[in-house]
């Protein structure tokens, strides 16, 4: 059982910048970890994934080049640097971790509570 803890979210204007981290309490290193995220009236939708070495990366579109998702395994914490933020990045973001590599929210075990991300325009 893994126990997922996000912080860092707040208020921003456009272009600012944010890192959130997700701490667990369990061996990150056991399991590929996800950054998803939900705007209102919206389905969850992935952000960024990483391998449980860190090696293999996964970007949606609308985030290459803006974010980035980093591990420390050691810490059983995950990060993603949110860079450029863009009106249409607020939402809800969860970070999950899960068996396998993947984009799906449906391939995640472990979630966590959620944090809050509004950029102003």
């Known amino acids: 059982q893994v126990q997922l803890v996000e912080s860092g979210g707040g208020l921003v204007q456009t272009g600012g910048s944010l890192r959130l981290s997700c701490a667990a309490s369990?061996?990150?290193?056991?399991?590929?970890m996800g950054w998803f995220r939900q705007a209102p009236g919206k389905e969850r939708e992935s952000v960024a994934v990483?391998?449980?070495?860190?090696?293999?990366?996964y970007y949606a579109d609308s985030v290459k080049g803006r974010f980035t998702i980093s591990r420390n395994n050691a810490k059983n914490t995950v990060y993603l640097q949110m860079n450029s933020l863009k009106p249409e990045d607020t939402a809800v973001y969860y970070c999950?971790?899960?068996?396998?590599?993947?984009?799906?929210?449906?391939?995640?075990?472990?979630w966590g509570q959620g944090t809050q991300v509004t950029v102003s325009s």
């Open positions: 990483i391998s449980r070495s860190g090696s293999r990366k």
């Open positions: 369990g061996r990150t290193s056991s399991y590929c």
């Open positions: 999950a971790a899960g068996e396998f590599f993947g984009d799906s929210d449906g391939e995640y075990d472990y």
